[in-house]
């Protein structure tokens, strides 16, 4: 069964950072691309950066240059390191695979960013 856990948000003011993890068990993850994904109060869950099994990444332009995805193979844990933070940031954010998200999500790790 998979389990992804979400650790490291909090509450930040803008231009601080934050960096979250993602830990994976039930699955090989060093062989799957993986994502985070956030979700903010009454908008849809939106992928904010992927990382390839090979450590190509991607990210949406809201964050680029901001925000770096990274992974640890032989942890099982996916990061993503989040700098000059922003209001607009705020959200739950989750990890999951990716392009294709398993069905059974974590309970995802809050993210407030405010003055």
């Known amino acids: 069964q998979v389990q992804l856990v979400e650790s490291g948000g909090g509450l930040v003011q803008p231009g601080e950072s934050l960096r979250l993890s993602c830990a994976a068990s039930?699955?090989?993850?060093?062989?799957?691309?993986m994502g985070w994904y956030r979700q903010a109060p009454g908008k849809q869950r939106e992928l904010v950066a992927a990382?390839?099994?090979?450590?190509?990444?991607n990210y949406a332009d809201s964050v680029k240059g901001r925000f770096t995805i990274s992974r640890d193979n032989a942890k099982k844990t996916v990061y993503l390191q989040m700098n000059s933070l922003k209001p607009e940031d705020t959200a739950v954010y989750y990890c999951?695979?990716?392009?294709?998200?398993?069905?059974?999500w974590g309970q995802g790790t809050q993210v407030t960013v405010s003055s």
């Open positions: 039930g699955i090989i993850s060093s062989i799957y691309a």
């Open positions: 999951n695979a990716w392009p294709t998200p398993y069905d059974n």
């Open positions: 990382i390839s099994a090979g450590g190509s990444t």
